[in-house]
């Protein structure tokens, strides 16, 4: 993802809406929710303000990627030493913009995305979700090679079970693929 491509904007005008004006990622769209009654120039201001908003809310969440890149190291390590040298991540980042994945991998550019969903889950699973998405680096699909490799992990079926019950609980449809 280039930081530098410009986000598409959906505004959307709420007549329920009287003051509050906010804005959430929708995929590669940022939406924009504002009050009916804005004139077009407060909807212009409004909008970069809110774009403004947002970077900042990312820019934030990003220092932490250098800490996950550690925890990645620790793991391949640990659980993938014997693959060392296919298994070096990019770039290894929280995102916000998911759509429903706890993480994704791009083997042909080595980066890895894990959501912010899981931010507050117990270290193992984070772990285990991490950890998933590097084997991906090794083996790219979901096939028996690859949930062997994952395996190594003491704890993924426990974490797999744990995530499970989220998407159950919630609705929201976790899967990486
Ligand atoms: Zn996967």
């Known amino acids: 993802m280039a930081r ?10 709420s007549q329920r809406r009287r003051r509050t004006v906010s804005a959430y990622r929708e995929g590669e769209r940022v939406v924009v929710l504002i009050p009916d ?7 212009t201001e409004w909008v970069a303000r809110m774009l ?14 250098h800490e996950l890149l550690g925890r990645a190291n620790k793991l391949i390590a640990r ?38 969903r899981i931010q507050e889950m117990p270290d193992w699973v984070i772990d285990y979700v991490l950890l998933h998405e590097l084997t991906h680096l090794v ?22 079970g ?3 019950g989220i998407s159950a609980a919630t609705g929201l449809v976790l899967a990486d693929d």
């Open 162 to 164: 744990y995530l499970e």
């Open 79 to 116: 659980y993938l030493a014997d693959h060392a040298a296919q298994v070096v991540p990019a770039s290894v980042r929280w995102v916000t913009n998911q759509n429903g994945r706890w993480g994704s991998c791009t083997p042909d550019d080595g980066t890895i995305r894990i959501s912010h």
């Open 52 to 65: 403004a908003r947002l970077a900042a809310r990312e820019e934030r969440i990003r220092p932490t990627d």
């Open 139 to 160: 083996v790219p699909s979901h096939n028996a090679a690859f949930w062997e490799l994952v395996s190594r992990y003491p704890k993924a079926e426990r974490a797999r």
């Open 4 to 13: 530098t491509r410009k986000p598409v904007v959906e505004v959307r005008r």
């Open 37 to 43: 009654r804005f004139s077009r120039a407060e909807e």
